[in-house]
């Protein structure tokens, strides 16, 4: 099955600058990836989204690449700020009757004021 | 527009009791449905999926078991509930034609 490697767990920045978080997954079949931001206490949100027939997604401070070739793909958060801070989550997942996501570890992101 | 209702939000429960959770979904028919446990501080845990009224794939062999009784409903159930049930039990739906998945709001079980 699918495995999905998130890295880092943990991740803090200033104010002001970019982050960037990194998933790679196993089963070249994946073909679509999608991020969740997850507040403390609350539900996972998804924020963005990419699909494999395309490999550069942008909304706003938000970006993600996806290397289908090297089976990796990244979030990119721009002029961070303090309600960024929460814990984010990959995923793939396979186009199937099911179309189950299989989540990376998480990544805890503290943005400094 | 599409919502997912989950109850109860908040579950505090002895060893070896039994569990009902539930969740609904408006706005939407025939979605793919979804159960996944998050212990304190991890990730996501895929429980059980479905997607069709009686038609459930468990993930991961435990003593809790779903049922879908309606096309909109999805229930977790457990007979007996250990401690290591503690966690918060997300519902989460996707379209069937669409990979997004969209979560509920959660329920915060705790098993003393």
């Known amino acids: 099955g699918e495995n999905v490697e998130q890295h880092p767990s943990t991740l803090s920045v200033q104010e002001g600058d970019s982050a960037v978080i990194k998933c790679t997954y196993s089963d070249s079949a994946s073909n679509y990836f999608p991020w969740y931001k997850q507040e403390l206490g609350k539900r996972p949100q998804l924020i963005i989204d990419?699909?494999?027939?395309?490999g550069e997604k942008k909304d706003q401070r938000i970006a993600v690449t996806l290397n289908k070739t090297a089976k990796h793909f990244s979030l990119h958060i721009t002029e961070t700020q303090p309600e960024d801070s929460a814990v984010y989550f990959c995923a793939a997942s396979i186009n199937n009757a099911g179309n189950m996501l299989t989540f990376g570890g998480g990544t805890r992101l503290m943005v400094k004021p | 527009s599409q919502t997912i209702h989950q109850w109860p939000a908040t579950l505090v429960q002895p060893v070896g009791s039994p569990l009902s959770l539930e969740c609904t979904v408006e706005?939407?028919?025939?979605?793919?449905l979804y159960w996944y446990r998050q212990a304190a501080g991890r990730g996501l845990q895929l429980l059980f999926y479905?997607?069709?009224?009686?038609?459930i794939s468990s993930e991961v062999p435990q003593n809790l078991s779903a049922s879908r009784p309606q096309d909109r409903q999805f229930i977790l159930s457990s007979k007996k509930l250990l401690l290591s049930d503690s966690g918060f039990y997300l519902c989460?739906?996707?379209?069937?034609?669409?990979?997004?998945?969209?979560f509920g709001p959660g329920t915060r079980l705790t098993v003393l």
């Open positions: 706005g939407t028919s025939n979605p793919n």
């Open positions: 989460a739906w996707s379209s069937g034609t669409n990979n997004e998945q969209f």
């Open positions: 990419i699909r494999s027939n395309v």
């Open positions: 479905s997607v069709g009224i009686g038609q």
